[in-house]
């Protein structure tokens, strides 16, 4: 019998771990490295987010400076793009693909962007999954009057699993929409461009690392509940 905390399907999870490590470390030494290298445009983040915004007809979506590094999001509730102080404030390449990244997210919201409506429906099965699938999962795993809950624990996980494979898209056409932007608007040089695509491209590691890790913890679910029958 296995031991679901620590056992030999833990395994498992060692790629994506790595996966996720090094997507950090290839996330924050890029940041760190194009963060330095101010752009030909000499615009901030903020300025940048507002004229891609103006640009679309997206006057009405706000841009805001929030607390943290790299903390960078767009809410659709309240329709405002939010950049960490340092890409707020920075004139950088770095911060420019970031600031241009978000934008690319209120965007995809202006147009309906199914992969994003799909992932809005998931965010409250994911939230559950990832809160209640794992409790009920090991309730079942050590009661085996209760072992259904095993089953329970695998279907909520689903929702969790769901969320990280349509993220990827939409992470993806975000930074694909980020840098045509940057592009046809001159905000980036064609020389800048490159630069700008490493950061976002070393960004998009981790929402594939998060994926992957999802993946493998859901086969080690399923490995888990073949070992009780």
């Known amino acids: 019998m296995f031991f679901p905390m620590f056992d030999p399907t833990m395994v498992l999870l060692i790629p994506a771990l790595i996966l996720a490590f090094w997507a950090q470390a290839r996330v924050h030494n890029a940041y760190r490295k194009f963060s330095e290298v101010r752009s030909a445009s000499n615009l901030t983040g903020a300025q940048v987010a507002r004229r891609i915004l103006n640009t679309n007809g997206l006057q009405d979506v706000k841009v805001e400076s929030?607390?943290?590094?790299?903390?960078?999001?767009?809410?659709?509730?309240?329709?405002t793009v939010r950049l960490s102080?340092?890409?707020?404030?920075?004139?950088?390449?770095?911060?420019?693909?970031?600031?241009?990244?978000?934008?690319?997210?209120?965007?995809?919201?202006?147009?309906?962007?199914?992969?994003?409506?799909?992932?809005?429906?998931?965010?409250?099965?994911?939230?559950?999954?990832?809160?209640?699938?794992?409790?009920?999962?090991?309730a079942g795993f050590f009661f085996t009057s209760l072992k259904i809950l095993m089953d329970i624990g695998i279907f909520l996980f689903l929702g969790a699993l769901a969320f990280q494979l349509i993220t990827l898209p939409v992470e993806f056409n975000a930074s694909k929409r980020a840098l045509a932007q940057l592009t046809a608007t001159g905000l980036l040089a064609d020389f800048e461009v490159a630069k700008?695509?490493?950061?976002?491209?070393?960004?998009?590691?981790?929402?594939?690392?998060?994926?992957?890790?999802?993946?493998?913890q859901l086969v080690r679910l399923l490995i888990l509940r073949e070992s009780r029958d």
């Open 196 to 216: 700008s695509r490493k950061v976002l491209n070393a960004a998009a590691l981790t929402y594939v690392a998060a994926a992957a890790m999802a993946l493998l």
């Open 66 to 79: 929030v607390p943290g590094e790299l903390s960078d999001h767009y809410d659709p509730r309240s329709r």
């Open 85 to 138: 102080e340092g890409i707020y404030n920075s004139p950088s390449v770095a911060a420019l693909g970031i600031a241009a990244h978000e934008v690319g997210h209120a965007i995809q919201h202006h147009k309906g962007y199914i992969a994003l409506r799909l992932r809005h429906a998931f965010l409250m099965p994911a939230n559950l999954g990832s809160t209640l699938a794992m409790p009920l999962f090991l």
